[in-house]
């Protein structure tokens, strides 16, 4: 063994715990600050000649802050190196998630369930407009009552779904 390796040992692995240490705190990640002390020891080790002297602790805690800080910015490279396919095809899709397409489907049976508890009169203008898309015209040829009348019970057909259907969700 080299008196240079030597006397790097010597002074170095002593603050190999603090490298570790500090490492660790920056990159929040144990794995990664193994790699990133390991990193640090050998650049240290090759620039150990120019080492002035003195406490070794700062300028080996320095060079493990700068390589921290390299494999960060390694590390943000990667991560918006976008690849060729990435932008083939969505990842997401426009169709509802199973989870949502099931709160729809019990909110359909609900909603029928507060319908058919409207009285008839009211039941049936309102499925002709909103279900079936007449017009007030239409519905009032269908039901054989004039248009107002066709016109008021829409109007209290929506208020009784709507305050049904609020008291039931409460």
């Not at 500090?22 to 002390?37: F, G, K, Y």
């Not at 070794?56 to 910015?73: G, M, Q």
């Not at 007449?134 to 009784?160: C, K, N, Q």
């Amino acid at each position: 063994m080299d008196q240079r390796r030597r006397q790097f040992e010597a002074q170095a692995l002593p603050h190999l715990d603090a490298a570790y240490n500090l490492a660790r705190w920056l990159s929040r990640s144990p794995t990664d600050a193994e790699d990133i002390v390991q990193d640090a020891m050998l650049r240290a080790y090759r620039a150990f000649d120019g080492f002035r002297g003195g406490d070794i602790k700062p300028w080996l805690l320095a060079i493990v802050r700068n390589s921290w800080r390299n494999a960060s910015a390694d590390t943000r490279r990667r991560k918006h190196t976008a690849l060729p396919e990435e932008h083939d095809e969505p990842l997401l899709s426009d169709e509802p998630s199973p989870e949502a397409a099931v709160a729809t489907a019990s909110e359909g049976r609900r909603l029928n369930e507060v319908i058919a508890l409207l009285p008839n009169e009211f039941r049936e203008v309102l499925i002709l407009r909103e279900m079936e898309d007449l017009s007030y015209r239409e519905i009032a040829d269908v039901t054989g009552v004039p248009i107002g009348t066709v016109m008021s019970r829409l109007a209290r057909a929506r208020a009784l779904l709507k305050e049904k259907w609020l008291r039931d969700q409460t």
